[in-house]
C-alpha cells in the first residue's frame, strides 16, 4: 500500500515552546492531508484539512494561530504547534490521499506522541 | 455533523473465539473502512469496502456493507493474541474526502 511517513514519532517540549511534525508521502503525491489527534482510550478527531498550495480548512473548534499547516508540496505537510501547552499533549497523525486509486483509503502517517511539560 | 456508533466498546475473549463488531451510521457512507490500531502507532487499513451489500475477506477478517450505506460490520475469526488492539469503524462520503471514525472497539484476546 501506499506509505506516509511522519516525523518524529515522539517529542517531548516545555511549555511555551513550537514544535513541528512533518508528513510525507513516499510513493505518491499528497494532494489532500488530513491531521488528527487522539486523547487516550478515545477515537481520532479530525483537526483540520490541508490541500497542496492552498490554506488548510480547520474543524470548529480549533485554533488555526495555534495549529500552523502548510502544505507547500505534493509530498509533505506541516503541522506546527505554536507556544505548546500541557493541554496540547496528545497524539498527533496524519492521512494523505492523492493521486493513487489505493489512496482512495487514506493511508495513515505512524503518528507523534507530543508530551509538554 | 455526522456520527459513527461503534460497539462493543470492548470485547475481552479467549483465544480461538470469533469477534463481531458493528458500526451504524445516521447518514450515508460512499465507502467503509475498518482500521486496527495498536498503542502508539497510526491506524493500519484492514479492509476497505465500497459497494452497499458487499462481503469482503481479508485472511480472517471479514466485513460487510450494509445494504442501507449506513452500517458496517467486522468478524474475526478464531482471534489469536495479535488481534489485540483497537479497531476503528470509519465511513467517508467520497474518493479522498475526510473520514468519519468510530469511537473504537479494544479487544483483548486470552491466551
Redesign the interface.
Request: proline share 0%.
Given at each position: 500500500?501506499a506509505v506516509?511517513s511522519?516525523h518524529p514519532?515522539?517529542v517531548i517540549c516545555k511549555s511555551g515552546t513550537s514544535v513541528k511534525i512533518e508528513c510525507r508521502s513516499l510513493d505518491f503525491q499528497a494532494?489532500?492531508m488530513?491531521w488528527y489527534r487522539q486523547f487516550p482510550?478515545?477515537?481520532?478527531m479530525?483537526m483540520a484539512?490541508s490541500n497542496e498550495g492552498s490554506k488548510a480548512t480547520y474543524e470548529q473548534g480549533v485554533e488555526k494561530d495555534k495549529f500552523l499547516i502548510n502544505h507547500a508540496s505534493l509530498t509533505l505537510s506541516t503541522l506546527t504547534v505554536t507556544s505548546a501547552h500541557p493541554e496540547d499533549s496528545s497524539?498527533y497523525?496524519c492521512?494523505a490521499?492523492?493521486d493513487r486509486e489505493e489512496?482512495?483509503?487514506?493511508?495513515?502517517?505512524?503518528?507523534t506522541?507530543l508530551s509538554v511539560l | 455533523g455526522q456520527q459513527l456508533n461503534q460497539s462493543p466498546q470492548s470485547m475481552f475473549i479467549q483465544e480461538g473465539e470469533d469477534v463481531s463488531m458493528n458500526c451504524t451510521s445516521s447518514s450515508i457512507f460512499n465507502t467503509w473502512l475498518w482500521y486496527k490500531q495498536d498503542p502508539g502507532e497510526g491506524p493500519v487499513l484492514l479492509i476497505a469496502l465500497y459497494k452497499a451489500g458487499e462481503l469482503t475477506s481479508n485472511g480472517r477478517l471479514t466485513a460487510q456493507f450494509g445494504i442501507t450505506r449506513k452500517d458496517s460490520f467486522l468478524n474475526i475469526s478464531a482471534s489469536i493474541p495479535s488481534d489485540v488492539g483497537i479497531y476503528f469503524c470509519a465511513g467517508q462520503e467520497t474518493s479522498g474526502s475526510r473520514l468519519t471514525f468510530g469511537e473504537g472497539t479494544q479487544l483483548t484476546v486470552n491466551p
Open positions: 500500500g506516509v511522519q514519532s515522539w494532494t489532500t488530513f482510550k478515545q477515537s481520532l479530525l484539512t497524539f497523525i492521512s490521499s492523492g489512496t482512495e483509503e487514506l493511508f495513515f502517517g505512524s503518528g506522541q | -
